[in-house]
T-cell receptor, first 116, second 113 residues
C-alpha cells in the first residue's frame, strides 16, 4: 500500500501567487482530511470530505482557501492569493470508513509551503 | 471549541530512561489516539484506545484511556535514540459520520545518548 501521497513536498512562492496542493488518499478510503501545522497553532483541521462531499469546512481560515475532491482518488487544496502567514506544513489524511468507531486516519508526508 | 492540553511540551532524557506524557480535555472523546511525528514526515499512529479505562501496550509503549474519557497517558519504557520525535495525543469524536480528530500541542522528546 503506497499510503497517502501528497505533492509537492515543498513549495516556495511569492505573495499573491496561487498555490495548489494535491493529495491522493489510500485506495478504498472514504474520508479525506486536510490539516495545517504551524508552531503557533499546532495541527488544525481545515476541511474534511466523506465520499467526495465536503462535510465541514469551518476550519478553513478565509475565502482565499478552497478545497475540492472531484473523485475518490484525488483532492486539492488551493490558496489564492497566497500570503506569508499561510506558510506552514499542510497534511492530507484519509480514513477507511465513515461512522465506524475504529476508524483511523492515516497521514501523508505533508507539503511544506513557504510564501515569501 | 474542543481543546486538548498535552504535557510536558518537551523532555530531555538519557537513553534508557522511561518517559511519561499525558493529555487532558474539557470534552469527552470516544477514542484516544497517540501519534508520533518524525522530522519532515506526517504523524504516524502508535496506539489507539477505544474504551474508558482501557490499558494498551505496543512493545515498549503503554497507553491508557482515562476512566472519565477526558484524559489519556502514554509511557515509553527504556527509551532508545529512535524514540526521538514529537508525540501527539488526539481525541476522536464522530461528527456527521466522520471521525474528527482534535490534537494536543505535542511533546518534543530529545534523548541524550
Amino acid at each position: 500500500d503506497a499510503g497517502v501521497i501528497q505533492s509537492p513536498r515543498h513549495e516556495v512562492t511569492e505573495m499573491g501567487q496561487e498555490v495548489t496542493l494535491r493529495c491522493k488518499p489510500i485506495s478504498g478510503h472514504n474520508s479525506l482530511f486536510w490539516y495545517r501545522q504551524t508552531m503557533m497553532r499546532g495541527l488544525e483541521l481545515l476541511i474534511y470530505f466523506n465520499n467526495n462531499v465536503p462535510i465541514d469546512d469551518s476550519g478553513m481560515p478565509e475565502d482565499r482557501f478552497s478545497a475540492k475532491m472531484p473523485n475518490a482518488s484525488f483532492s486539492t487544496l488551493k490558496i489564492q492569493p497566497s500570503e506569508p502567514r499561510d506558510s506552514a506544513v499542510y497534511f492530507c489524511a484519509s480514513s477507511p470508513r465513515q461512522g465506524w468507531v475504529k476508524n483511523i486516519q492515516y497521514f501523508g508526508a505533508g507539503t511544506r509551503l513557504s510564501v515569501l | 471549541g474542543q481543546q486538548l492540553n498535552q504535557s510536558p511540551q518537551s523532555m530531555f532524557i538519557q537513553e534508557g530512561e522511561d518517559v511519561s506524557m499525558n493529555c487532558t480535555s474539557s470534552s469527552i472523546f470516544n477514542t484516544w489516539l497517540w501519534y508520533k511525528q518524525d522530522p519532515g514526515e506526517g504523524p504516524v499512529l502508535l496506539i489507539a484506545l477505544y474504551k474508558a479505562g482501557e490499558l494498551t501496550s505496543n512493545g515498549r509503549l503503554t497507553a491508557q484511556f482515562g476512566i472519565t474519557r477526558k484524559d489519556s497517558f502514554l509511557n515509553i519504557s527504556a527509551s532508545i535514540p529512535s524514540d526521538v520525535g514529537i508525540y501527539f495525543c488526539a481525541g476522536q469524536s464522530e461528527i456527521q459520520g466522520a471521525q474528527k480528530l482534535v490534537f494536543g500541542q505535542g511533546t518534543r522528546l530529545t534523548i541524550n545518548p
